[in-house]
């Protein structure tokens, strides 16, 4: 009966940050954790550019090579490899944490919600729902995103004009497009994937 039950639906959530940063996305039971390391910096358009390391019951999971260069002093210092545990070796409820990069230190809650069977096994990953725009990469963590958000706001603050550009020129914190990110969600696996480096300008209405 398990075997039978092919797609797991997660919902994952940006830690401490408001406008609420969310995504659900629908993945193969059978992926693990790198696969959903993967789909997850689709989902929210990471750069994957940073380390990165899962945390789940007190053992830390990641690239075996490069997560251990930061270490927690409560934290064990072995790192066991993504490819070890697999989705399906989740129950429902299942709740645990997602780091990306170490020096901005985005934390990310992730929950095994359902598992689901479907027709025919999925081959790719989707975002089936979500809110909200991640703040930019670099940005400094959650004090340099509040911010950036400052300065975004007011247009008499002297690093508005710089701040707009190294952004890409537009930023909504509330921006999210399913559309685009089911689509990166289901190339997440893709080599040489090319994604979005930025928000998309607000189109200009036309009058009629």
């Given amino acids: 009966m398990f075997e039978a039950m092919n797609a797991v639906k997660i919902h994952i959530s940006l830690d401490e940050i408001e406008p609420e940063v969310w995504r659900r996305l629908l993945l193969p039971s059978s992926w693990n954790l790198e696969q959903l390391h993967l789909a997850v910096q689709a989902a929210f358009n990471?750069?994957?550019y940073h380390l990165h390391e899962f945390r789940i019951g007190g053992l830390r999971y990641g690239d075996v090579e490069g997560a251990g260069a930061v270490v927690d002093d409560d934290d064990d210092a072995r790192v066991f490899s993504s490819r070890e545990v697999r989705l399906r070796d989740f129950e429902v409820g299942a709740t645990f944490g997602y780091l990306y990069d170490f020096g901005d230190s985005w934390e990310h809650t992730i929950v095994i919600e359902e598992f689901v069977s479907l027709d025919v096994a999925p081959a790719h990953g989707s975002c089936i729902g979500g809110a909200g725009?991640?703040?930019p990469e670099d940005v400094g963590g959650?004090?340099?995103y509040?911010?950036?958000?400052?300065?975004m706001s007011d247009k008499a603050d002297p690093e508005h004009a710089d701040m707009k550009k190294w952004c890409?020129?537009?930023?909504d914190p509330q921006w999210f497009d399913l559309a685009v990110a089911d689509k990166d969600v289901r190339n997440a696996l893709s080599p040489n994937v090319?994604?979005?480096m930025h928000q998309p300008k607000p189109k200009r209405g036309r009058s009629r």
């Fill in 46 to 48: 990471w750069w994957n």
């Fill in 133 to 135: 725009a991640r703040p």
């Fill in 142 to 144: 959650v004090p340099g």
């Fill in 146 to 151: 509040e911010r950036f958000l400052e300065i």
């Fill in 168 to 171: 890409g020129g537009h930023f």
């Fill in 194 to 196: 090319k994604r979005q």
